[in-house]
T-cell receptor, first 112, second 114 residues
Framework: NAGVTQTPKFRILKIGQSMTLQCTQDMNHNYMYWYRQDPGMGLKLIYYSVGAGITDKGEVPNGYNVSRSTTEDFPLRLELAAPSQTSVYFC???????????FGSGTQLSVL | AQSVTQLDSHVSVSEGTPVLLRCNYSSSYSPSLFWYVQHPNKGLQLLLKYTSAATLVKGINGFEAEFKKSETSFHLTKPSAHMSDAAEYFCVVRGNNAGNMLTFGGGTRLMVKP
């Protein structure tokens, strides 16, 4: 059982480049989340989804986009990378009515 | 609105001594509270959760936390630290809204000395 899988694990971008962080889960969870983790700041919610076709903004959505065309996949898109987006990104999923979050192993992104 | 404050960004203990990681929260309703642990270069793992049942919650690896409504606290403790406990710990409150949004504290780095 793979759980939540994130790719890539590391990435360096130049300012203005774009990329997609991939996240997939095999637990048939309805809820999926994208968080960013900055040092000393805990985790901040970027976007979340309560099911296929439904997404909504979290605390820090600016500069990001998401889509949820299937239950399994929840990719995060950076259109114009900025140094402020240097962070560690975590994808998570949660079954409906189940409060345990399952996290991916994270993506370390540097924008130079 | 809700918020979580972890009172110490770093805690250092000796192996075999007690661990106390402090967490205070604010919430306009009865909260659900969690502690997550993050080991270096790994994802987050749920340690324990409080969801309005018993106020003393036992988690994995010998950790426990006590919900104190009068003090709005949810401190994490362990009687005897082990070297493998060295990690980052996050206190989390769950929102009562669509998406079950979580608010994370800033984290506490636990260091365990031999």
């Amino acid at each position: 059982n793979a759980g939540v899988t994130q790719t890539p694990k590391f990435r360096i971008l130049k300012i203005g480049q774009s990329m997609t962080l991939q996240c997939t889960q095999d637990m048939n969870h309805n809820y999926m989340y994208w968080y960013r983790q900055d040092p000393g700041m805990g985790l901040k919610l970027i976007y979340y989804s309560v099911g296929a076709g439904i997404t909504d903004k979290g605390e820090v959505p600016n500069g990001y986009n998401v889509s949820r065309s299937t239950t399994e996949d929840f990719p995060l898109r950076l259109e114009l990378a900025a140094p402020s987006q240097t962070s560690v990104y975590f994808c998570a999923s949660q079954g409906q009515g189940n409060e345990k979050l399952f996290f991916g192993s994270g993506t370390q992104l540097s924008v130079l | 609105a809700q918020s979580v404050t972890q009172l110490d960004s770093h805690v250092s203990v000796s192996e075999g001594t007690p661990v106390l990681l402090r967490c205070n929260y604010s919430s306009s309703y009865s909260p659900s509270l969690f502690w997550y642990v993050q080991h270096p270069n790994k994802g987050l793992q749920l340690l324990l959760k409080y969801t309005s049942a018993a106020t003393l919650v036992k988690g994995i690896n010998g950790f426990e936390a006590e919900f104190k409504k009068s003090e709005t606290s949810f401190h994490l403790t362990k009687p005897s630290a082990h070297m493998s406990d060295a990690a980052e710990y996050f206190c989390v409150v769950r929102g009562n809204n669509a998406g079950n949004m979580l608010t994370f504290g800033g984290g506490t780095r636990l260091m365990v000395k031999p």
